[in-house]
Nanobody
């Protein structure tokens, strides 16, 4: 059974760092792409990181250098390390497993960055 659960969000000040975790079950990282998305209030959900099945990370140009995604196969966990957080990074962050039959999502974890 495929399940995703995000954790690690919270309230931080601008310039600080935060690490999010996505604990999973029923997913083989070696044959699946994993993604992180975020959605701010009133905004469209956007991709912030991707790790392909061979472990190659991808980031949008606007975020590369501040966000780092990684996987721990033994712990079945995906991480998102966020640095230099800014108020515009405030959003609900979601872990995602893309599938042809429909994406699987976690419930999200709130990140709030104060100025």
């Amino acid at each position: 059974q495929v399940q995703l659960r995000e954790s690690g969000g919270g309230l931080v000040q601008a310039g600080e760092s935060l690490r999010l975790s996505c604990t999973t079950s029923g997913i083989n990282f070696r044959i699946n792409t994993m993604r992180w998305y975020r959605q701010a209030t009133g905004k469209q959900r956007e991709l912030v990181a991707q790790i392909t099945s061979d472990g190659t990370p991808f980031y949008p140009d606007s975020l590369e250098g501040r966000f780092t995604a990684s996987e721990d196969y033994a712990r079945n966990t995906v991480y998102l390390q966020m640095s230099g957080l800014q108020p515009e990074d405030t959003a609900v962050y979601y872990c995602n497993l893309p599938q042809n039959t429909g994406d699987i999502w976690g419930q999200g974890t709130q990140v709030t960055v104060s100025s």
